[in-house]
């Protein structure tokens, strides 16, 4: 087993690795990944949050090796009992089916958690979708699956309108690189709360997009943004982006292309010059503020296979390269800690000494987008990111 390790660790360093990815690619090996992913449910922090401590206990005592499909078979078996319980609970009881079809979304989603690079990581996926589906039908105000036909293929999303407002104003939220829609959609309450509705959507190379990461994908959300003139039921006037984590990257281009049709953005985590260079990637790939497997996640959005081909392809993504710092903008809120290691701070800063003025937000104490013993994530959205897309949306509001 260790010379096992071992040979996946120089297949990494050399940038040789293809196919399949084994979880050893670090940063943790398996005693640590258990130990981690154990505290990291017990107190609610990503990317387990929402996976009861019990559940992972059971899934973590299943795993006895590093290989992606045993990861995803512990939790599946977890996530079939949610479904049959919430298949016999649906005629009687819809809420607490809702809350079981929840709770296996929530544990297929860890089962095929970072990518989906394998057999079973797959399967977990294609799980988690229909789990997902059922709990949207169920809840109030339900989710719509809206599909937008997108250069021969199509874009899938979750589009929840807040009951009793109409056209009502939107959030455009963009999952990460390891989060998918289903996340953003899970975290739209607050949302409907405040008479806004979310359309969820995934980045380019994850989930069910389209297209893979490449210089010009922001044009899949050009298209939503077309689409989303078409909904009498949605103020296309007062629409706002969301980008969390790398998607804080889309939202930040977004607010360039589309500026006329945008309110605002949200760059929810500043990736956009200084992490697509090869010195950031060498450092950032070994950090243990991720869990497991950032390498096999990172490459799969541009669909490379060796660490050489990705290291090689990241710099032409920078909006500093391809000169988009200075053009004119829509208002942009940039939020992220200063300890994040994941993306380089030196990006937010970046941003706000170029072009238009911006709001920012950065916690000293912070890691990735800002999160911190003090702030965690919820509390982040609650007071932060929430307050200023409801301003930038109320304004003209009724006009």
Do not use: C
């Amino acid at each position: 087993m260790r010379f096992w390790k071992s040979f996946l660790h120089g297949l990494l360093v050399f940038g040789l690795v293809t196919g399949a990815f084994a979880q050893s690619t670090g940063p943790r090996d398996l005693a640590e990944l258990k130990q981690e992913a154990q505290r990291r449910a017990d107190r609610n922090l990503p990317p387990v949050g929402g996976v009861k401590s019990e559940d992972m206990r059971e899934a973590l005592a299943n795993i006895n090796n590093l290989d992606p499909d045993t990861w995803a078979a512990a939790f599946v078996r977890i996530g079939d009992r949610y479904v049959e319980n919430a298949k016999s609970l649906q005629a009687a009881s819809p809420k607490e089916a809702a809350e079981a079809y929840k709770h296996a979304w929530e544990v297929y989603n860890t089962a095929r958690w970072p990518t989906e690079n394998s057999v079973g990581k797959k399967n977990a996926y294609a799980k988690a979708l229909d789990a997902f589906a059922a709990y949207g039908k169920l809840i109030e105000p339900p989710l719509e699956i809206v599909r937008i036909p997108f250069e021969g293929k199509e874009i899938v999303g979750y589009l929840r309108l807040p009951a009793n407002v109409r056209p009502a104003p939107l959030m455009m939220g963009i999952s990460g690189l390891d989060t998918r829609k289903e996340d953003v959609a899970a975290a739209s309450d607050g949302f409907m709360r405040r008479g806004i509705a979310v359309l969820a959507l995934d980045m380019p190379g994850t989930g069910q997009a389209p297209i893979k990461v490449d210089v010009g994908a922001e044009r899949m959300y050009s298209t939503v943004l077309d689409y989303v003139q078409t909904r009498k039921e949605i103020d296309a006037k007062r629409v706002v982006v969301r980008g969390q984590s790398w998607s804080g990257y889309w939202a930040a281009i977004l607010a360039y292309t589309e500026r006329a049709r945008l309110r605002g953005a949200v760059v929810h985590g500043v990736g956009i010059h200084g992490y697509f260079l090869p010195e950031w990637q060498r450092t950032g790939l070994k950090t243990r503020e991720y869990l497991f497997d950032l390498f096999p996640a990172r490459s799969a959005i541009f669909v490379v296979k060796t660490l050489d081909e990705f290291l090689n392809y990241g710099p032409r993504m920078s909006l500093q390269t391809q000169g988009w710092l200075d053009k004119p903008s829509a208002p942009m809120l940039l939020v992220n800690g200063e300890k994040d290691t994941q993306q380089p701070i030196a990006d937010l800063y970046l941003m706000m000494k170029h072009g238009d003025p911006k709001d920012a937000w950065v916690n000293p104490d912070g890691g990735h987008m800002g999160r911190s013993e003090q702030w965690p994530q919820r509390r982040v959205l609650d007071e932060v990111v929430m307050p200023w897309i409801e301003r930038k949306l109320a304004a003209g509001a009724g006009k």
